[in-house]
Structure formats: structure tokens, C-alpha cells
């Protein structure tokens, strides 16, 4: 794996590990209808540096609850997301599903 794959994974990684994510993963899988004001104006804080982006986490709700319709498997594995779940999640990324 080169240095910018593997940077890729951990991002992918934190993404799908966030609260906003997994929130969404579980409440589509639940059945739980679309709640477009749960994260409205909540920001995850950037993770590297003070200049960075502050995340926008209805980003990051909205992909898992995609994420959960295009993926049958699990998101965690105990504590730690799911390998396969990160890689399908790569692979949808790549493929234009999830944007």
C-alpha cells in the first residue's frame, strides 16, 4: 500500500467510525426516516492543524444512511469498523455512489 492509500484508509476510517456516520449507518438500517435537521449547523472540529476545515457532520450522517443502503454487511466489529466495511466503502467512493 503506498503512503497515499494508506492515508486514504485512515481517513475513510475516521469517517466511518464519527458518531454523525454511525448514527446515520443505524437509524437506516432501523428504518428510521431521514432527519435532515439531526446535525443542521454541527461541525466536527478539524483534525490536523488550526487552518484545516471544520467537518460539517449532516455530511458525514447523511453518507452513512447511504452507506447503509448500499451495504449489507456490518459497520463494526466490536469497537473497530469493519475491514470489509471500509473497503466496500472505498470502492463506492471510487465508483461515484457515494459522494
Known amino acids: 500500500m503506498s503512503n497515499g492509500s494508506s492515508t486514504r484508509q485512515t481517513k475513510i ?3 466511518m467510525s464519527s458518531a454523525p456516520f454511525v448514527a446515520g449507518f443505524n ?3 432501523k428504518g428510521i426516516p431521514f432527519d435532515p435537521q439531526r446535525y443542521e449547523g454541527v461541525y466536527l472540529p ?3 492543524g ?3 476545515p471544520r467537518v460539517c457532520a449532516a455530511w458525514r450522517y447523511e ?3 447511504r452507506f447503509a443502503i448500499i451495504y449489507p454487511g456490518t459497520l463494526k466489529t466490536g469497537h473497530n469498523v ?3 466495511a471500509v473497503e466496500a466503502y472505498a470502492n463506492e467512493i471510487n465508483a461515484r455512489a457515494i459522494r
Open 50 to 52: 488550526r487552518n484545516a
Open 46 to 48: 478539524a483534525s490536523k
Open 13 to 15: 476510517v475516521s469517517v
Open 82 to 84: 469493519n475491514p470489509e
Open 63 to 65: 453518507r452513512g444512511r
Open 27 to 29: 437509524e437506516a438500517r
